[in-house]
């Protein structure tokens, strides 16, 4: 009897236990969620951070034009004369592009790029050919996988002569002449060899065979700035940047906050006003080199509304597949040393890996203060060459910029102070002079 009973328990209990499963199943395969949560997803996955979209000619601006006229040299630095320069070069077809790199010796390459008669268009770094395609005029299909940083456009040319310009790699020495239409030169001619001596003088910093900067001649005066900082919504980033925000958790930490869907992490710095987003699943083995990673860095910026402030590109590491791009304030590149003033992204093969960039927007400057007078090129070179510990082959590039300082006293102003800075082995440090050498991230002791 008991035998009987512990039966019929036993396949009663069985005969439930196998309803209850095929009812999960069926709910399982059958089940819909809300329509108002798809769309509310949706929405959420492509909420910008601000509605600025910025095109490619604006990130991709030239460092600097120089005009080679007789043996003087004359820089176009500001912005909007940058920007009425290109527009006319952009007017331009550009077809036929022929290597005559074999053409010019290695003893004869600074002479072929600064001599006179010149008007030079200097990038920041090397640019592919694939992203002047998007800015330029370019006809001819044939070339690929190239890389330039150089634009040459020689100017004292007989009438009877077909006009060239020259895309140059200044790391490579490569040299490509590509055809422009007769009487493209006319208003260059007009508007700004013509007129060369409006603009500031500039002197030859020869620092090997084949390499030459070119700085200020006149000391600058510049005016120490203050920006109101306005902090970016952190919540904005994480809706524009994980797959799924809703199953993303928010932590607060003693520095910040952090952010992760157990795949993605995305780190705020709050002392630093800094944003870093990690997403590990992207990494991978990486077989050659991406041409349109600038591109893609643009696009994914732009696809969450992320130029909150004036950038320009600064630098492409393809071997490392890293993008930076800089802050610019009053036409010239800012600087700092935990990475304030800079977008840096770090791809994988299809998507990105890492992501710093800083998170806030600077507002109308809250105060202009008394001018800067920062020292002539020459004075710069005079100091360097007194510094013992520098290598000058190391030396990359030598600009003016900001320095961009946090205020001790007021927690959201920032102080842009007017300094020179030189790229020296792949980092960029402040020049000091005197008494103000300290070391650190900077060049002036010995």
């Known amino acids: 009897m008991n035998d009987m009973k512990y039966e019929t ?79 006319e070069v952009k007017r331009w077809t550009l077809d036929e592009f022929e290597n005559v790199s074999s053409t010019v010796p290695k003893n ?8 006179k008669g010149k008007i030079e268009i200097v990038y920041s770094d090397e640019i592919p050919i694939e992203i002047y395609r998007n800015i330029f005029q370019i006809e001819d299909k044939g070339i690929e996988a190239l890389h330039f940083d150089r634009i040459v456009i020689p100017m004292e ?10 895309f140059v790699s200044t ?23 013509a007129r060369a001596g409006r603009y500031m003088p500039f002197l030859s910093y020869d620092l090997s065979e084949t390499k030459s900067l070119f ?15 306005d902090e970016l919504n952190s919540d904005k980033f994480k809706e524009a940047l994980f797959n799924d ?8 930490l003693a520095f910040g906050e952090e952010y992760t869907d157990g795949s993605r992490l995305m780190d705020i710095d709050f002392s630093k006003k800094l944003l870093l987003y990690v997403n590990p699943a992207a990494r991978g083995t990486i077989t050659e080199n991406d041409p349109y990673l600038l591109q893609k860095s643009i696009d994914f910026v732009n696809e969450h509304g992320g130029w909150t402030d004036t950038y320009h590109f600064d630098r492409l590491e393809e ?24 977008i840096i992204h770090v791809w994988g093969e299809n998507d990105i890996i890492n992501y710093q960039r800083p998170l806030f927007t600077l507002e109308i400057p809250d105060r202009v203060s008394l001018p800067i007078t920062l020292p002539s090129g020459y004075e710069v070179i005079k100091q360097l060459q007194t510094i013992k510990n520098i290598d000058h082959e190391l030396i990359e ?43 650190g991230d900077v060049i002036g002791l010995e």
């Open 319 to 342: 071997t490392e597949r890293k993008v930076v791009f800089r802050l610019f304030a009053n036409s010239y590149p800012v600087f700092n040393r935990y990475g304030m003033s800079e």
């Open 245 to 252: 925000p809703s199953f993303v958790k928010k932590d607060v």
């Open 397 to 439: 590039d030598l600009v003016i910029g900001y320095e961009l300082i946090r205020d001790s006293e007021r927690e959201n102003i920032v102080i842009l102070e007017p300094s020179w800075y030189c790229l020296y082995n792949g980092t960029w440090r402040k020049v000091v002079f005197g008494k103000d050498a300290r070391g």
């Open 157 to 166: 040319i007989e009438k009877e002569e077909e006009p060239f310009i020259y």
């Open 108 to 115: 004869e390459f600074l002479t072929f790029l600064h001599g």
């Open 9 to 87: 328990i036993k396949s009663v209990l069985l005969t439930f236990l196998v309803l209850v499963s095929i009812f999960l199943t069926w709910n399982l395969w059958t089940y819909q969620p809300k329509y108002e949560f798809i769309e509310n997803t949706k929405y959420i996955q492509n909420v910008p951070v601000s509605n600025v979209d910025v095109d490619l000619a604006t990130i991709i601006r030239p460092r600097q034009i120089l005009i080679h006229k007789s043996n003087n040299h004359y820089g176009i630095v500001q912005d909007t004369d940058i920007y009425k320069f290109m527009r």
């Open 171 to 193: 790391k490579t020495r490569k040299i490509y002449r590509a055809t422009i239409q007769e009487g493209a030169l006319e208003e260059l001619e007009k508007g700004y060899y």
């Open 215 to 229: 700085l200020p001649a006149r000391p600058i005066v510049l005016n120490r700035l203050q920006y109101y900082m």
